[in-house]
């Protein structure tokens, strides 16, 4: 994981704890590209009373089976950043996003061979959440995590691997200041 918090501005535009417009995510995305990195998106899913949602990945998976993780996945030909979050949020869980917030994460990372960029935002949906549509192949469940919590994250993980724990920890300090639209 070569990106850093401290080193997370990228083309001046996409920086951790600021939302982005469509066009500074435009251009991130064709940096991930013009690098040759796959992006990968996510989404740290707020329910309005200060939790964050997760799931657990199957342990059938080729990268972290069995460990918790984000809402969250590779953009496809075609899609912009916002379209492939609505999607993966879509597929993972059944809900709609309603609204993008802050930037929680950016970071350059590999796994299974592939090299890729991720950009994790908070954000909110809409459904019926306590009742998420899990892709049974994918995910064997989710929870809803207060910031008392985190340590859930941990489960699974070797002792080096912390970054959801740390991604999550700092998506809760953003939800204490950031009021969706």
């Given at each position: 994981?070569?990106?850093?918090?401290?080193?997370?501005?990228?083309?001046?535009?996409?920086?951790?704890?600021?939302?982005?417009?469509?066009?500074?995510?435009?251009?991130?995305?064709?940096?991930?590209?013009?690098?040759?990195?796959?992006?990968?998106?996510?989404?740290?899913?707020?329910?309005?009373?200060?939790?964050?949602?997760?799931?657990?990945?199957?342990?059938?998976?080729?990268?972290?089976?069995?460990?918790?993780?984000?809402?969250?996945?590779?953009?496809?030909?075609?899609?912009?950043?916002?379209?492939?979050?609505?999607?993966?949020?879509?597929?993972?869980?059944?809900?709609?996003?309603?609204?993008?917030?802050?930037?929680?994460?950016?970071?350059?990372?590999?796994?299974?061979?592939?090299?890729?960029?991720?950009?994790?935002?908070?954000?909110?949906?809409?459904?019926?959440?306590a009742a998420p549509r899990l892709e049974a192949s994918k995910h064997v469940e989710g929870r809803w995590l207060s910031a008392t919590e985190l340590n859930v994250l941990l489960e699974g993980r070797r002792s080096d691997d912390r970054w959801v724990h740390e991604v999550v920890a700092r998506g809760f300090e953003?939800?204490?200041?950031?009021?969706?639209?």
């Open positions: 994981m070569a990106t850093s918090r401290d080193e997370a501005r990228v083309n001046g535009e996409v920086v951790i704890g600021r939302a982005a417009d469509e066009a500074a995510l435009a251009r991130f995305a064709a940096s991930a590209s013009a690098d040759g990195l796959r992006l990968v998106v996510g989404a740290l899913i707020t329910d309005g009373a200060g939790r964050i949602y997760v799931q657990r990945r199957s342990l059938t998976r080729a990268v972290f089976p069995g460990c918790w993780d984000l809402v969250g996945g590779h953009q496809e030909p075609g899609e912009t950043i916002t379209q492939a979050l609505a999607r993966e949020v879509n597929e993972e869980t059944g809900w709609e996003l309603t609204s993008l917030g802050p930037v929680v994460e950016v970071l350059d990372w590999d796994a299974a061979g592939a090299r890729r960029r991720e950009v994790d935002f908070l954000v909110t949906v809409s459904g019926d959440l953003l939800l204490s200041t950031w009021s969706p639209t």
